[in-house]
């Protein structure tokens, strides 16, 4: 069994910064590939990024490139999205979520690549 705990959702103004963590435990973090995904209200869960279990490789969605940064320290057993710049419409419920395998060598945007998730941690930006 595996528990995420998000933290450090927040109200903000439009261009402000927030960083959310998702704190880990219950199996080996260090070896899973980690993603960040957001729903927005009345909306699909959507992919914001992903990083490999070995910080060998990042991706992010397009929506979210050059604004967000995902960052992991196994050490610690969080993963971190820094999120700068934000805009109205980024306002969603984030949750972090573990990949289904250990030591994959490609990461996913697809929800179902992911076997564990995190209650959510809301982030409203306002104009």
């Given amino acids: 069994q595996v528990q995420l705990v998000e933290s450090g959702g927040g109200l903000v103004q439009a261009g402000d910064s927030l960083r959310l963590s ?19 209200p009345g909306k699909e ?21 050059g604004r ?4 992991r320290d196994n050490a610690k057993n969080t993963v971190y999205l820094q999120m700068n710049s934000l ?5 969603a419920a984030y949750y972090c979520a573990a990949d289904v395998a250990p030591f994959r060598s490609s990461l996913s945007k697809l929800r179902g690549e992911y076997e564990y998730w995190g209650q959510g941690t809301q982030v409203t930006v306002s104009s």
């Avoid at 704190?23 to 729903?39: E, L, P």
């Avoid at 959507?46 to 397009?62: C, L, P």
């Fill in 68 to 71: 967000f940064t995902i960052s």
């Fill in 45 to 65: 869960r959507e992919f914001v990024a992903a990083i490999r279990w070995n910080v060998g490789s990042i991706y992010y969605a397009d929506s979210v490139k």
């Fill in 22 to 40: 998702c704190a880990a435990s219950g199996r080996s973090f260090s070896n899973y590939n980690m993603g960040w995904f957001r729903q927005a």
């Fill in 87 to 91: 805009k109205p419409e980024d306002t």
